[in-house]
């Protein structure tokens, strides 16, 4: 791999930049040190943006909790008619749009950081870079799905001892069944969207743009000049958009990769909407790339490189990422211990009355209380929340139960069992199904033994031909000393004769 122009202009200013006591023998390369502030401009900026992800996600929180409270204070009954749905719907929408919006932004960025650190070669650049753009983009489409499915409603405290953000708005929480529905809301939308918006259409519509504004620009020119005559094929491919590799469309099918397997526990159709968009897909890639793209030059390649790791990196991710989604956001395990240690006939009857703990209304932080408490037409004194905590009326008052621990070991317990399960039936399956049928591996097996053979024999032909020729010079070299001193005297012959 050649080296790149970047690369040795770099050189070429460091050598003339060096003392002249240095010896010449002495190759000038770049170092760590030379590339030091580079690497420390990328961590510092991939950290900015990561935490500008966090910052927005954060943000659409703070947006549903506001949106929340509004509508239920609304005074229209169709706007508090489904509060809860529009809220997840324009949430997620929101998300996409910023996913969209910075993917773009992001890859700029990755590639500008890429330039500032100087790699070496073709590959080293494309390996950084492909790195760089898959770390900020991976974290940019799955941070609010990582949220919805691991952290939200854990963060809200408890009855009396609320979580609040920006003064008085408490941290929002999971409806009674869970998180799941949100996390498959925010899944469907943000897959169908990427796939549809952000792969298809812009992949089309962008290329087709830029195709027309080049035809345009083109026939104005041509019309100043008051030249009308028929494009050749050369010339008419001119205005087809330049081919910028295949690096995007190998992020797209890792996005979606890891879209359709870290959270296939919660959004079961995500593998049919991925098989739905590629069958359309490799029709739009197919038009792309003939009617929209200027011809690529072919090149070969051993495999796929880095995007092989990221791979096999993502399909043991999405093992550890389903299992937690299983245990922890799941009633799974709740309701699998539950039955086999808490419920005293071995079913489920009674299992939602095990989830609740009780709260004495007393205990409400000031300024939290209900504004109404005589709502019900009778005064409450004990309410019940969804918790595994101790009574008010315990020695550790709304300290957690023995059940929550008891449950988290179960839920631990299932996620290292579930992955080391997967694992070991992935690693057999990789073993029973080889890379390379054994049938093409015996064919290169004979072509390596014939290679073998056929070199040897060259070298053996090599031998004996140098052997040959070593024993012609020896037989040969006796005689002629003895005809040396006749030369002169054929050459009077012929002197005579030329004479005559």
Same mark, same amino acid.
């Given at each position: 791999?050649?080296?790149?122009?970047?690369?040795?202009?770099?050189?070429?200013?460091?050598?003339?930049?060096?003392?002249?006591?240095?010896?010449?023998?002495?190759?000038?390369?770049?170092?760590?040190?030379?590339?030091?502030?580079?690497?420390?401009?990328?961590?510092?900026?991939?950290?900015?943006?990561?935490?500008?992800?966090?910052? =927005?996600?954060?943000? $659409? !929180?703070?947006?549903?909790?506001? /949106?929340? *409270? &509004?509508?239920?204070?609304?005074?229209?009954?169709?706007?508090?008619?489904?509060?809860?749905?529009?809220?997840?719907?324009?949430?997620?929408? =929101?998300?996409?749009? $910023? !996913?969209?919006?910075?993917?773009? /932004?992001? *890859? &700029?960025?990755?590639?500008?950081?890429?330039?500032?650190e100087v790699p070496k070669t073709d590959k080293s650049f494309e390996e950084r870079l492909i790195f760089k753009t898959f770390?900020?983009?991976?974290?940019?489409?799955?941070?609010?799905?990582?949220?919805?499915?691991?952290?939200?409603?854990?963060?809200?405290?408890?009855?009396?001892?609320?979580?609040?953000?920006?003064?008085?708005?408490?941290?929002?929480?999971?409806?009674?069944?869970?998180?799941?529905?949100?996390?498959?809301?925010?899944?469907?939308?943000?897959?169908?969207?990427?796939?549809?918006?952000?792969?298809?259409?812009?992949?089309?519509?962008?290329?087709?743009?830029?195709?027309?504004?080049?035809?345009?620009?083109?026939?104005?020119?041509?019309?100043?000049?008051?030249?009308?005559?028929?494009?050749?094929?050369?010339?008419?491919?001119?205005?087809?958009?330049?081919?910028?590799?295949?690096?995007?469309?190998?992020?797209?099918?890792?996005?979606?990769?890891?879209?359709?397997?870290?959270?296939?526990?919660?959004?079961?159709?995500?593998?049919?909407?991925?098989?739905?968009?590629?069958?359309?897909?490799?029709?739009?890639?197919?038009?792309?790339?003939?009617?929209?793209?200027?011809?690529?030059?072919?090149?070969?390649?051993?495999?796929?490189?880095?995007?092989?790791?990221?791979?096999?990196?993502?399909?043991?991710?999405?093992?550890?990422?389903?299992?937690?989604?299983?245990?922890?956001?799941?009633?799974?395990?709740?309701?699998?211990?539950?039955?086999?240690?808490?419920?005293?006939?071995?079913?489920?009857?009674?299992?939602?009355?095990?989830?609740?703990?009780?709260?004495?209304?007393?205990?409400?932080?000031?300024?939290?209380?209900?504004?109404?408490?005589?709502?019900?037409?009778?005064?409450?004194?004990?309410?019940?929340?969804k918790d595994y905590r101790e009574p008010p009326w315990s020695s550790t008052p709304y300290d957690l139960s023995k059940e929550?621990?008891?449950?988290?070991a179960v839920r631990l317990a299932f996620v290292i069992v579930f992955q080391n399960v997967v694992m070991l039936m992935s690693?057999?399956?990789?073993?029973?199904?080889?890379?390379?049928?054994?049938?093409?591996?015996?064919?290169?097996?004979?072509?390596?033994?014939?290679?073998?053979?056929?070199?040897?024999?060259?070298?053996?032909?090599?031998?004996?031909?140098?052997?040959?020729?070593?024993?012609?010079?020896?037989?040969?070299?006796?005689?002629?000393?003895?005809?040396?001193?006749?030369?002169?005297?054929?050459?009077?012959?012929?002197?005579?004769?030329?004479?005559?």
């Amino acid at each position: 791999d050649h080296n790149r122009a970047e690369y040795e202009f770099r050189v070429m200013q460091k050598a003339m930049k060096q003392d002249q006591s240095l010896p010449k023998e002495e190759k000038v390369k770049l170092t760590c040190t030379d590339r030091l502030p580079a690497y420390l401009t990328s961590v510092v900026m991939m950290g900015f943006m990561i935490s500008v992800t966090f910052a =927005i996600v954060f943000g $659409v !929180i703070l947006y549903r909790i506001s /949106i929340k *409270a &509004a509508l239920h204070i609304s005074t229209y009954p169709a706007a508090r008619s489904n509060i809860r749905a529009t809220v997840k719907t324009t949430a997620a929408i =929101i998300n996409l749009i $910023v !996913i969209i919006i910075l993917d773009e /932004i992001y *890859a &700029a960025i990755a590639r500008w950081l890429t330039i500032l650190e100087v790699p070496k070669t073709d590959k080293s650049f494309e390996e950084r870079l492909i790195f760089k753009t898959f770390i900020l983009k991976f974290v940019n489409a799955f941070t609010p799905i990582v949220y919805l499915a691991f952290f939200r409603g854990r963060l809200v405290g408890r009855p009396g001892n609320y979580l609040y953000v920006v003064g008085s708005y408490r941290m929002e929480e999971c409806a009674h069944a869970g998180c799941l529905m949100e996390l498959c809301i925010q899944l469907c939308i943000t897959m169908l969207g990427k796939q549809l918006i952000q792969n298809n259409l812009f992949e089309i519509g962008i290329p087709k743009l830029k195709k027309l504004l080049r035809k345009r620009k083109s026939e104005v020119t041509s019309l100043q000049e008051e030249e009308v005559k028929i494009l050749k094929r050369y010339e008419k491919d001119h205005f087809l958009g330049p081919f910028a590799g295949i690096n995007p469309e190998y992020m797209e099918m890792i996005i979606q990769f890891g879209m359709v397997t870290l959270f296939v526990a919660s959004f079961p159709l995500a593998p049919l909407f991925a098989l739905l968009n590629n069958i359309i897909e490799i029709r739009l890639d197919a038009k792309k790339f003939v009617m929209e793209l200027r011809r690529p030059i072919a090149a070969k390649a051993k495999d796929i490189g880095i995007w092989y790791n990221l791979l096999r990196g993502l399909s043991k991710v999405a093992v550890i990422v389903n299992a937690f989604v299983i245990a922890f956001t799941s009633d799974f395990i709740p309701r699998l211990v539950y039955q086999y240690a808490y419920s005293p006939d071995s079913t489920m009857h009674g299992f939602v009355n095990h989830t609740l703990s009780y709260f004495n209304v007393s205990d409400f932080q000031k300024g939290t209380a209900p504004l109404e408490p005589m709502h019900l037409h009778y005064k409450v004194q004990i309410c019940r929340y969804k918790d595994y905590r101790e009574p008010p009326w315990s020695s550790t008052p709304y300290d957690l139960s023995k059940e929550f621990w008891a449950i988290l070991a179960v839920r631990l317990a299932f996620v290292i069992v579930f992955q080391n399960v997967v694992m070991l039936m992935s690693d057999f399956v990789d073993w029973l199904i080889p890379d390379i049928p054994k049938d093409i591996s015996l064919q290169i097996h004979k072509e390596k033994i014939l290679m073998v053979e056929l070199f040897m024999k060259e070298e053996q032909g090599k031998r004996l031909a140098v052997q040959d020729n070593h024993n012609q010079e020896t037989c040969t070299s006796p005689s002629s000393d003895d005809q040396s001193p006749s030369r002169p005297r054929s050459h009077s012959v012929i002197h005579s004769k030329a004479s005559w």
